[in-house]
């Protein structure tokens, strides 16, 4: 039990900030916006450390099943980060475009933050380092395809029928990860994985302890899901509050979303861009994008069938262009099999791009 309650440290800290959030939640309130803020990124600092617990277990239950299960249990448990914490924050007071905002926020950190830098780290230790260029392909037209549907189609559907193209949203992105699921896990199970000399082929390659039961890790994740959630129905209503009337960009709560639900995927691209598993990174960045695109629109735009209140899904005319280069970027550099140095600098340029148009709120 000791031996549990060492290696869960960081989970354990993140319960005793969720136990003082709730107790100290209305006293920082009544603060100001000062103590609010204060009191949120103490929070978010915790969710951070749930989530990196949540991401270490799901690495030991990819280790055991591998690529491409691997990777979509790491993805997948980023994205249902994600969606609790914007679930929760739009119940309360938050802007109509927080989804819109997050999902873009996290497409920009996945490709070009994450995938960026990973690829430029292992291009200047590795030089030239190869994946399957048919998981880059197959993820980078997923992405197009469903950020198009969701969230550019929109800004022309007239608002009086807003709900009938938001139900045909939601079935058009269940369509999409049904079939996308079937193909990564069956017969094109192959484009997400690749055959490394000297090693067991797949991408995970990540979890420190891959001896570790697989039970254990089932349990504490889904403890750590909870926890997430009871942190972020705290910090919600903190950052909304710090935030009201001040200065800060519009999209600061949105890349707050986005950014903590990535912290975990970060440290494992970066570990394995650094040991020359380049596939790892491909599937967790272009496949964290996709998922978060697929998965989030149908769960929210559900949500606002349920409450009859539509959300602002159109990109912005900025957000629209630098998906566009993005994603033509992305397509360019790889359509190869191998990433180096310059092509990272690139997508890691553009991610400097989309932190300098935030700050100035655009």
Known sequence: MLAVLKSERLLFAAFVAAVAGFMLEHHLLEMGQGASLVGAAALVAAIVLASMRVAHHAEVLAAKVGDPYGTMILTLSAVLVEVIILAIMMTGESSPTLVRDTIYSAVMLDINGILGLAALLGGLKHGEQPYNDNSARTYSVMILTAMGISMVVPEFVPAQKWHFYSAFTVGAMIVLYTLFLRMQVGAHSYFFSYSYPRAKSGGTDVADEPDEPVLPSVVILLIGVVLIGALAEIMSGL??????????????????????????????????????????????????????????????????????????????????????????????????????AIEGMTHFVLFATFVMLSAIGL
């Open 239 to 340: 950052l909304t509050s710090g935030l009201k009337g001040s200065d800060a960009p519009p999209a600061v709560a949105a890349i707050v979303v986005a950014a903590i639900s990535a912290s975990p995927e970060i440290m494992t691209a970066m570990r394995a861009a650094l040991a020359n598993r380049m596939q790892a990174v491909v599937n967790i960045a272009l496949g964290a994008s996709l998922s978060t695109v697929i998965l989030t629109v149908p769960v929210m735009e559900a949500i606002a069938l349920y409450t009859g209140q539509p959300f602002i899904m159109a990109m912005s005319p900025v957000q629209t262009v630098m998906v566009t280069i993005t994603l033509i970027a992305a397509a360019i550099n790889l359509n190869d099999g191998q990433t180096n």
